[in-house]
């Protein structure tokens, strides 16, 4: 027996038709009906049960209530007429189970012996219908507003049709202790709803509506939550109850899609937990992983030149072109950096104009590629395994998943890495490799990504990758908003760091902001040893610093005890510092933008410094814009 899966309607967009389908070619097993879905629907409840049949699809719960219990009598009696005429809709729909949330209004019940009192009564005419309740604390209810207290009165009511809903919403957002719930008698647990949400300090009941996401894809610690609630015995369906402004208007079946795959990684998770059950599904692990080996850069053939020049500047050179690729490979120490100057290589949605140049590949090595592909599918990621063009490769040596719709991931055997160079001529263009390197490795990779993808990208590079999350970072400057977020992966040989981008809400292509700040910016940031002497290098090559204000330089002083002279050669190369507190610093410089969407970086580590300098974002960027 495995965990059954189930998503409330309003976690999705379209219509109630759209909807099952996607729910059922998602892989779930069943749906929650949400009232507004049901209300607006052509289809009568036997219709929508009928297709729900044929879709082996289980209705699960309906929730058409939200205020059941009232101080003024006359509305209580009203709502037990209003409750018949649901049961009848329920009987119709073959859904036995009635969602109940606690009262928000003014008239809710504040005593806890008439409210169970109301509730014995509903739960009585429930019973003769065949019909059970499962009451739900809403963190904003008027009176009971936490699991305990509901639990309580479900308890106290003591009734066979009568159960409690639980939401991971409304016990996280409150920073609830969830242990208690293992003291819940499972059986008693009739429903399970589960939401993830990124940290916002906001009003609990806006949080809740809009900004709601999948499992995996916010800051609450559900992995712990999912335990106590198997510690409980409940063994009803876990179901996604998420109410999410951008999920409403994206395209149905992908929302689905990331929706079930939320629920498998879930499970993944709370099957770490000590006496998890065996109904939790349970992927492969994850492969062996090294480090980024290969970036591949879109650059169309008009912004080749351009990318040339700039990369030349941070000391890679052109060391050998493929013969029927277009594919220019730049090397500098053990970077390998290929631009591609085809037209056709930027795969972009419908619509959306290809800004250039961009970031295409990353390319990972991994002792066993195909280990990731029998993970990825596992999770439902449609990951593929590759050939090299122009050679005899193994197919299973190198594994590509998109993570948006411009950059792919490649996990790439180490023979694999070999002959991908090789597939180059042999001939090279320049003169040998720079005789003293000083890049080191690819220190992180920033990727803008487009709203609605947000969401999805997380996932996919939490649950399959099993990369964490750190704390989410909003910069903003003189012409608006970027949000950004990095995801680190420690690997056999370091650290992977990747970092998304964008900018919130819809900006059109018409706008007359600079293009790059429609999706934000992506870059890759090249390690170094020394910051000074790679930007005194990168000079010697004709690269001219990134042009930042002395201002931000009296700030650091004021900041900082940074000697005079060493504050003097920061400015002189435009090289942006912070430090940790720990003894850890942080050295970094930025190419100017390439195009519009792209820029270099060089950083250096000190210590135990793990950030990104994010502190000089804004700094960076009004350098950049200018
Ligand atoms: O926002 C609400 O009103 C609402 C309704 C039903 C739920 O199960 C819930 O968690 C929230
Ligand atoms: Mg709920």
């Not at 976690?11 to 099952?20: P, V």
């Not at 980024?292 to 040339?308: D, T």
């Not at 590079?461 to 012409?479: C, I, K, N």
Request: glycine share 8%; aromatic share 8%; hydrophobic share 40%.
């Amino acid at each position: 027996m495995s965990i059954r899966t189930s998503i409330a309607t309003v976690s999705l967009s379209g219509s109630l038709e759209t909807k099952m389908t996607a729910i059922a070619e998602a892989g779930f097993d069943g749906f929650e009906v949400f009232e507004p879905d049901l209300v607006s629907s052509p289809q009568r409840p036997k219709e929508i049960a009928a297709r729900a049949a044929d879709l082996g699809l289980t209705i699960d719960l309906y929730q058409p209530f939200r205020d059941v219990d009232s101080t003024n009598p006359d509305t209580f009696a009203r709502n037990l007429i209003r409750a018949d005429r649901k049961f009848d809709v329920m009987e119709e729909l073959g859904c036995d189970l009635l969602l109940v949330c606690s009262s928000p209004l003014p008239t809710a019940v504040r005593d806890d012996g008439q409210l169970a009192e109301q509730l014995h009564t509903v739960a009585e005419r429930a019973q003769e219908r065949g019909i059970r309740l499962a009451y739900e604390a809403l963190a904003w209810g008027a009176h009971i507003n936490t699991y305990r207290h509901a639990w309580q009165i479900v308890a106290d009511v003591d009734h066979p049709a009568l159960g409690t809903c639980l939401d991971s919403f409304h016990i996280l957002s409150r920073g609830d202790d969830p242990s208690g719930i293992r003291d819940i008698d499972g059986d008693k647990i009739f429903f399970l709803q589960l939401a993830d949400a990124p940290h916002l300090v906001m009003d609990v009941l806006q949080w809740s509506r809009h900004h709601r996401c999948f499992p995996g894809q916010g800051n609450f610690d559900l992995g712990a939550f999912g335990a106590h609630v198997v510690a409980s015995g409940y063994d009803g369906p876990w179901s996604l109850e998420i109410f999410n402004d951008v999920f409403r208007h994206s395209a149905t079946g992908r929302t689905a899609a990331d929706a079930h795959r939320s629920l498998l990684y879930l499970q993944e998770q709370v099957g770490r937990y000590p006496h998890a059950t065996d109904q939790l599904f349970d992927p492969p692990p994850p492969g062996p992983i090294e480090n980024i080996v290969s970036v591949r850069l879109a650059s169309g053939p008009v912004r080749a030149p351009e990318v040339a020049w700039t990369l030349g500047h941070l000391g890679f050179e052109m060391t050998a072109a493929h013969s029927t690729h277009g594919l220019q490979l730049f090397s500098h120490g053990p970077l390998a950096v290929a631009v591609d100057t085809t037209v056709d290589t930027l795969w972009t949605a419908p619509g959306v104009p290809a800004h250039l140049p961009a970031v295409a590949q990353i390319g990972v090595r991994s002792g066993d590629p195909g280990e990731w592909l029998t993970r990825a599918h596992a999770l439902g990621v449609p990951a593929q395994a590759v050939g090299m063009p122009g050679t005899d490769t193994d197919l299973a040596e190198v594994v590509r998943m998109s993570v948006t719709d411009a950059t792919s991931l490649d996990l790439r055997s180490r023979s694999s890495v070999q002959s991908w160079l090789e597939a180059f001529d042999l001939v090279p263009r320049a003169s040998a490799p720079p005789s003293s390197p000083f890049l080191t490795d690819v220190d992180h990779i920033a990727l803008a990504v487009p709203a609605d993808s947000w969401d999805g990208i997380m996932l996919l590079l939490r649950s399959v990758l099993g990369m964490t999350p750190h704390e989410g970072q909003d910069v903003v400057d003189a012409v608006g908003l970027v949000r950004s977020q990095a995801l680190t992966l420690t690997t056999a040989t370091g650290v992977i760091r990747l970092s998304l981008n964008m900018v919130p809400g819809r900006v059109s292509d018409t706008d007359p902001l600079p293009a790059a700040r429609r999706g934000g910016v992506s870059h890759v940031a090249f390690g170094t040893h020394d910051a000074i002497a790679a930007a005194e290098s990168m000079v010697a090559r004709g690269f001219l610093p990134l042009q930042i204000s002395p201002n931000y330089y009296d700030d650091l002083a004021a900041r900082f005890d940074v000697p005079g002279d060493v504050l003097a050669t920061l400015q002189r190369l435009g090289i942006l510092y912070d430090a940790n507190g720990s003894g850890g610093e942080f050295f970094h410089f930025f190419t100017p933008t390439v195009g519009d969407d792209l820029f270099f970086e060089v950083v250096q580590r000190v210590g135990d410094y793990a950030g990104y300098g994010e502190t000089n974002s804004a700094v960076r960027l009004a350098a950049q814009l200018r």
